[in-house]
């Protein structure tokens, strides 16, 4: 991955919004002429399709092929990524394979769903079994367990939680395409009283489920040459692993896959923990932060609160995380809420971001989250380094 042959040229995301009655299909279209404006290419250059499943289309067999045919888009390889949170991210590298393969040229990376909108259908999975009869029946009642359970073994202060969610509300507020609801702002106080959900998870660590959608381009360096595409961010290492855990009958729901994926992607990148300059994770709960800088190896097991009290996470410090918002207060909008985190760090890349630019930024590191453990593994966990 370290090679720079691919490169990302274009990227472009909706406003997300709370119920704002869009289909995904719509939403994909602003994305699409988006970045067909941004780039100025025709669309006849964009010959691959690789989606992320949604929430809100759950159903639907057909999800690529609708889209291709609402979007007029003719492709050679289309793919759809049925790895959650972790969809967007995962999308990028296998649109590289297929690129590199010569399946196809250009390919649109993309995640659209309309989840606070279109209600999605059961998952099945373990829930009827394991789950519904003792009242955990999502993601809240599950990150809640793991929260106990982390507490139990090591020390998990709330203030650190509340410095994260501080952080990324004040990204959020200079964000224009954050969710309306959540663009106020947003003190330590404020955290600490907010109600529990789901002990010791509260509302404030939890994200809002919204409609909205993101993408970016993906192709050759040498096609990028062609077509005169001279802004480009390079994937430079990724690791992924899913159903960290599953082969032990009691694994610690405490440990995931970004122990395995981080230290790959950043073997691939020939980076550390310490070179990174922009943190782009996968924050579906605050905790999921925390467990991910330890993971990782920003700091050791256990050190995650005090790791976060003494880093500065803002736009302008020495790790900047989650520069729009993320989606605890920028909105999840559905599936597609793993892409937006990565998009902004494009965004970051390109130095597109306006008042919440990160000076001279040169790399970033994105995360996704596929499935948490509701039952005793985590699901999907991947990294993306990302340099320009």
């Known amino acids: 991955m370290s090679k720079r042959d691919i490169a990302i040229v274009g990227y472009h995301e909706t406003p997300v919004t709370l119920r ?11 994305v699409f002429a988006g970045i067909l404006d941004k780039t100025g290419i ?3 250059e964009v010959d691959g399709l690789c989606l992320a499943e949604t929430m809100s289309e759950t159903k639907n067999p057909f999800w690529a092929v609708y889209m291709a045919e609402m979007l007029g888009l003719t492709p050679n390889w289309t793919q759809v990524n049925g790895l959650g949170g972790a969809s967007g991210i995962g999308g990028v590298v296998r649109a590289a394979s297929a690129i590199r393969d010569g399946l196809c040229s250009s390919v649109l990376v993309m995640a659209s769903d309309a989840q606070s909108s279109y209600p999605p259908t059961e998952q099945g999975a373990y829930r009827h079994e394991f789950q519904y009869p003792h009242g955990m029946n999502g993601p809240v009642g599950a990150f809640g367990l793991l929260s106990q359970r982390y507490m139990a073994q090591y020390d998990l202060k709330p203030e650190a939680l509340a410095k994260l ?22 003190t330590e106080e404020d955290y600490l009283n907010s109600r529990f959900v789901s002990e010791p998870l509260r509302m404030l660590d939890s994200v809002m489920v919204c409609d909205g ?8 360096t040498e096609n990028a040459d062609r077509l005169g595409l001279n802004k480009r961010v390079y994937p430079t290492g990724y690791g992924e692993i899913t159903n960290f855990g599953g082969d032990q009958a009691l694994p610690d729901i405490t440990e995931s896959g970004f122990t395995v994926a981080g230290p790959k992607a950043l073997e691939q990148a020939g980076l550390t923990p310490g070179d990174i300059e922009l943190f782009a994770p996968y924050d579906d709960f605050l905790i999921a ?21 003494k880093t500065d996470f803002s736009h302008t410090g020495n790790l900047p995380l989650n520069t729009s918002g993320g989606q605890i207060s920028a909105g999840q909008p559905g599936l597609a809420g793993g892409s937006l985190n990565f998009v902004e760090a494009v965004r970051q890349l390109f130095h597109e971001a306006g008042e919440r630019q990160v000076k001279d930024v040169s790399n970033a590191m994105c995360t996704g989250i596929g499935v948490i453990p509701y039952a005793r593994n985590w699901g999907v966990s991947n990294v993306l380094i990302l340099e320009n």
């Open 20 to 30: 704002g009655g869009r289909s995904s299909y719509d939403l994909a279209g602003d």
């Open 42 to 44: 025709d669309k006849a």
């Open 165 to 186: 969610a501080i952080t990324q509300r004040n990204h959020a507020l200079m964000n224009p395409n954050g969710v309306e609801k959540l663009r106020k702002p947003l």
């Open 213 to 220: 959608a993101s993408g970016v381009l993906v192709t050759s």
């Open 289 to 309: 932060i925390l467990l991910q800088l330890e993971h990782i190896g920003f700091c050791g097991q256990g050190e995650g609160s005090d790791f976060i009290m």
